[in-house]
């Protein structure tokens, strides 16, 4: 919207929630495999360009429910593609994730590296990824797909923050364990081979994120376009990184507990992020780890229930 571009926003929210869409963006509640309302509204809003938000996110809960990951992640997903096709729309934007590399031989983590995931929630964006590049062979769409490093933060006026149930990611958990309102955050492993043997991650804020989706617009000019970005700042940060900057930004000590490691979880994860810079021009407005949390920190203080119990 602030881009200059009309937007619609269509969920079926199992996850999502309505008190995140601004009043004036129009809103379609369906599920992306129902193939008469997506088609009905790519229509009737005349859409030209698709943006994939819609997955389940857990590595974990993954590991545990392959089959409803495929079906959520993947048969549906494919059935979006269809109806786009179906309907004439063309270009097609989609949330990867770093999680198709696997554990990489190489840190930071380019494009060409090869895909092999270790859970079936990279292997599900792997699949996507793949079709999406028959689809574009076959001339039906262009596409770009974003690698995700890790989604963090929230909007800088403190409106839009994250609400997950059950919660389960890190930084969220460690904000409201240092605020009182949780127990004390596990800490998934302690014995990688990391400088301080928690896992490395590069967290990259939800805005920038946002930014370079935008960026990406003007080059999906003709079908048969396929582009890929690994998105992250290229800064890797511990676990124990973490947990610092959330005492330093709430000033009051996280309580945690050392546990095993979590199952699906490599070691380090780090982008290269040299061709979206480049090819995008992006160029992160939060590059520490700080800015990052106190953004987190200021939407889980102005909301302590999440979207709809203020
Ligand atoms: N983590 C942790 N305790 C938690 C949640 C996460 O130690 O309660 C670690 C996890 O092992 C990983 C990092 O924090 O190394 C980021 O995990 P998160 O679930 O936030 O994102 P992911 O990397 O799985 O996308």
Redesign the pocket.
Known sequence: MAAGHSVVVLDNLSYGHRESIPKDVPFVEADMADSVKVRAALRDYKIELVMHFAALIN?GESVHQPERYHENNVVRTFALLDAMIAEGVKKFVFSSTCATFGVPDKMPMSENLPQKPINPYGQNKLDVELKLRQLAREGKISFAAFRYF?AAGASADGSIGEDHQPE????P?AIAAALGRRPA?????TDYPTPDG??L?DYVHVDDLSSAHIAVFDKLKETGLAFFYNLGIGVPYS?EDILKSVERVTGKPVPREYVER?EG?PPALYADATKVRKELGWKPKYDTLDAIVSTAVRWHTLHPQGFSKR
């Open positions: 590595v890790n389960t990611h890190l930084i958990l955050l596990k800490v998934f492993g928690t896992c991650r676990v979590r979880d």
